[in-house]
C-alpha cells in the first residue's frame, strides 16, 4: 500500500483549490535596469499575497546566448520553480524547492528567455517578499576587453588569429587553421574541421595532418609540469578522464601511447614504476606497492593484503569477500636458499601450508628435512591413500598418520579403513580395520572389528618379545599366545647342554628302591614339576623334553641293568 507524507497531502489539496480558482493578477513585476536586459531583478511582495493559495508566474527577458548569473532568495515554505528552456527538450534547471535558501547559478539562454514559477500550496499570507531573484550577464564569462568577442555562434570558414583575448558564448565551428595568442572562453561548444555537436571540442582530421591534437608544454621551475592534464567528474554514471578508441586494417593499433615518466607504455611492453620495461609487464616499486591485481566477472577477486615476507614475489588469490586467501611466494628468505610457499590468511591468521626449497618438500612446515617432510598437530599429520574402485565397488583406503607422544593413540602408523588414526574411527564404519602402529620401543599390529572393538593382534617389543593375542607378557618368556597353537612341527633348541651326559661314565643313578620311596612320598618322579607347579606356572616344552629324555635314558640304564641281572639269574640256573 502506498504511502503519503502530510507535506504531500497538502500540496495535493492546494492543487485542487489551484484547478478550481483562476489566476489572478500581480503587482510584481519584472524590473530591467538598461533597456539590453542585460540585469534586473524580480520580486513577489507580500502585497499581492494577502489572500491563500496564490499561483503566479513570469518571464524574465535577457540576451541572447549570452552567460546570465542568476541569483534566487526563497523566503518561505512555497513552492519555486526558475529555469530555461529552448523549444527542443534542453532544460536547465536554476531554483527548484521549496525550502528557503540562496542559490546563485550562470545559465545560458538560446531563446533569451528565463521561466519563474511559484505558488502557494498550504494557505500561507506572508508579511514580507516572499522570493527576489537577480540577473545580471556574468562578467567573470562576458568582458567588453577581449580582442574578440562572439555573444552568439561563431563560423570561420578559412583561416582565424586572434592576437589577445577571445570570449565566445556560443557554439563554434572553425574550417581553417586558428591562432591565438591570448586567453581563449568558448563557454558553449568548440568544432575543429567538425560540427561540434555532442561534445564540447570536436576535432576531425580526415585525410589531413598526422597529427589530430598536438600539445607542447615546457618551462623551467621546480614546479609540477602537466604536458596534458585532465579531469573528470560524475555524480552517478560512467566517467572518463580520457577515452581512445582505436581502429584500421593494417598496422599496429594503439589506444595510448605514454612515453617517459612512471608508466611507460611502449613496443608492446608496459613499465609501471621508475624502469624500463624488460618484459612485456615489467612492475617496479616498494614492497608495500609493487603488485598486480586481476580480477575476473565471476566474483573471484584478489585482495591487498600483503603476505609477511621480506623478500620475493607473491601471488595472491582470493574468492570473495571474507572467504580467506591463498598465496603463492617465492623467497630467497635473504639468503642463498630460495624456497616456493603455499600460504592462506583467514583474515587473522597467516600460515604457511607447503613449502618446496631445493628439492625437498614440506607440508606444514617451512623447513623440510627430507624429500618429503609433512608436519601437524595431533590427529590431523596424516596420508590417504584412496580407491574408489572401477565397478562400482566400496572404495579402499589406506592412511599414515603421526601423533606425539602423551596422547592417545600415539606414534606413526599405517592402516586400512582408517581415519587419520584409529582413535579417529573409520572412513567406513559399516567395515572394520586393521593398522599397524610404530612406537618407541614396540610395533602393534592391531583391529577394530565393524561393531568398533579393538583387538590387540600382535605386539613385539625391542627386547624380542612377543605376544599374540595379548600384550602380557612375562619377563621371563619371549613368546606369549593367548590361546591355543597348532603347528606340523615344532623345533625346540636349547641353550643349555642335552641329557647326553646320562650315558657318561661316572653319572650316578639313584637306586630304585629311592626312586620308589620317592614317588610313594611326592607322586611324581623326581626331577619332573608336579601337577601343581604346572598349574601355576605353566610347562617349558624345551625343559619338559629335556627332562622327559633324560628319565627315558635313565630307564634305559635301569633295564639294561635289570637285563644284566636277569641274564646272571638266568646263568646261575642252568
Not at 585532465?230 to 593494417?250: D, E, F, L, M, R
Not at 612515453?259 to 620495461?277: A, E, H, R, S, Y
Not at 600460515?351 to 627430507?370: D, H, N, S, V, Y
Amino acid at each position: 500500500m502506498k504511502t503519503y507524507t502530510i507535506k504531500t497531502l497538502l500540496s495535493l489539496a492546494c492543487s485542487i483549490l489551484l484547478i478550481t480558482s483562476p489566476l489572478r493578477a500581480q503587482s510584481s513585476q519584472v524590473h530591467y535596469n538598461n533597456p539590453e536586459h542585460t540585469s534586473g531583478y524580480l520580486t513577489l511582495s507580500a502585497a499581492d499575497c494577502t489572500d491563500p493559495w496564490w499561483e503566479y508566474d513570469w518571464e524574465i527577458t535577457t540576451p541572447t546566448n549570452a552567460p546570465i548569473k542568476v541569483t534566487v532568495t526563497l523566503n518561505y515554505n512555497d513552492y519555486l520553480d526558475v529555469y530555461t528552456y529552448d523549444g527542443s527538450g534542453i532544460y536547465q534547471s536554476i531554483f527548484l524547492d521549496e525550502t528557503p535558501g540562496t542559490t546563485t547559478k550562470t545559465v545560458i539562454s538560446s531563446d533569451g528567455k528565463i521561466y519563474v514559477y511559484c505558488y502557494d500550496y498550504c494557505g500561507t499570507v506572508p508579511t514580507f517578499d516572499v522570493f527576489t531573484i537577480t540577473f545580471e550577464v556574468d562578467s567573470t564569462i562576458y568582458s567588453a576587453t577581449d580582442n574578440l568577442h562572439v555573444p552568439g555562434n561563431l563560423s570561420v570558414a578559412s583561416n582565424l588569429d586572434v592576437l589577445g583575448n577571445t570570449t565566445i558564448v556560443g557554439n563554434t565551428a572553425i574550417a581553417g587553421n586558428t591562432t591565438i595568442a591570448g586567453n581563449t572562453r568558448i563557454n558553449n561548444r568548440l568544432g575543429v574541421g567538425a560540427n561540434p555537436y555532442g561534445s564540447k571540442v570536436s576535432i576531425s582530421n580526415y585525410n589531413q595532418d598526422d597529427r589530430a591534437v598536438s600539445i607542447s608544454s615546457s618551462k623551467n621551475t621546480s614546479s609540477a609540469l602537466y604536458g596534458l592534464y585532465s579531469y573528470a567528474s560524475n555524480g552517478t554514471g560512467n566517467v572518463y578522464g580520457i577515452y581512445s578508441s582505436v581502429s584500421g586494417v593494417t598496422g599496429k593499433k594503439w589506444a595510448g601511447y605514454f612515453d617517459g615518466g612512471d608508466v611507460q607504455i611502449k613496443g608492446g611492453k608496459l613499465g609501471i614504476g621508475n624502469i624500463v620495461p624488460l618484459g612485456v609487464l615489467h612492475v617496479r616499486g616498494t614492497y608495500e606497492d609493487a603488485w598486480i591485481y586481476f580480477a575476473s566477472n565471476a566474483g573471484m577477486n584478489t585482495t591487498k593484503y600483503k603476505p609477511k615476507v621480506n623478500y620475493g614475489l607473491a601471488f595472491t588469490w582470493n574468492y570473495s569477500a571474507g572467504e580467506g586467501e591463498s598465496i603463492i611466494n617465492y623467497s630467497t628468505g635473504g639468503s642463498s636458499s630460495p624456497r616456493l610457499d603455499f600460504t592462506s590468511f583467514d583474515g587473522t591468521d597467516l600460515r604457511t601450508e607447503m613449502t618446496l626449497k631445493q628439492g625437498f618438500l614440506g607440508i606444514g612446515t617451512t623447513r623440510p628435512a627430507e624429500k618429503l617432510t609433512i608436519a601437524g598437530g595431533h590427529g590431523d599429520t596424516r596420508i590417504r591413500l584412496s580407491s574408489t574402485g572401477n565397478s562400482g565397488g566400496q572404495p579402499a583406503n589406506l592412511s599414515l598418520w603421526a601423533g606425539e607422544s602423551e596422547q592417545f593413540y600415539y606414534g606413526t602408523g599405517i592402516g586400512y579403513n582408517v581415519k587419520g588414526s584409529p582413535n579417529y574411527g573409520r572412513i567406513d564404519s559399516i567395515k572394520g580395520s586393521s593398522y599397524v602402529r610404530f612406537l618407541p620401543e614396540e610395533t602393534k599390529f592391531q583391529f577394530q572389528t565393524a561393531s568398533g572393538v579393538d583387538v590387540d593382534a600382535v605386539t613385539i617389543r625391542n627386547n624380542g618379545k612377543v605376544g599374540v593375542g595379548t600384550t602380557q607378557i612375562p619377563d621371563s618368556f619371549k613368546l606369549a599366545v593367548a590361546g591355543k597353537i597348532l603347528a606340523e612341527e615344532v623345533v625346540v633348541e636349547l641353550q643349555e647342554n642335552w641329557p647326553d651326559y646320562v650315558f657318561k661314565t661316572g653319572y650316578e643313578l639313584m637306586p630304585l628302591h629311592q626312586v620308589e620311596k620317592f614317588v610313594h612320598t611326592n607322586q611324581h618322579l623326581p626331577g619332573i614339576p608336579s601337577a601343581s607347579r604346572v598349574k601355576d606356572k605353566g610347562l617349558s616344552i624345551g625343559e619338559m623334553q629335556h627332562l622327559l629324555l633324560r628319565k627315558i635314558e635313565e630307564l634305559t640304564l635301569y633295564i639294561i641293568e635289570q637285563d644284566k641281572k636277569i641274564k646272571s639269574l638266568e646263568e646261575k640256573l642252568k
